[in-house]
């Protein structure tokens, strides 16, 4: 299996007011704490520290406000 004790999330987002990743780096349990402005589709992308993307979580709808979403990879 594939070393992930080095995995950095970068934030790149749109129609949010925040978004806030625990623990990052980590070791393969990501929490997204995404605060949207409005309804959006919202998908995410984890790459390993070499720039491997090694986890990609379909988009899915989000409401507007605050939701945890959660990366187990």
Do not use: C, W
């Amino acid at each position: 299996m594939e070393n992930l004790n080095h995995n950095q999330v970068e934030i790149v987002f749109g129609n949010s007011e925040s978004v806030e990743v625990s623990p990052n780096p980590g070791p393969g349990i990501f929490d997204f704490n995404v605060n949207l402005v409005e309804e959006s589709q919202i998908a995410f992308e984890i790459f390993n520290a070499e720039g491997k993307r090694i986890y990609t979580l379909p988009p899915s709808a989000l409401q507007a406000g605050k939701s945890l979403v959660r990366a187990d990879i």
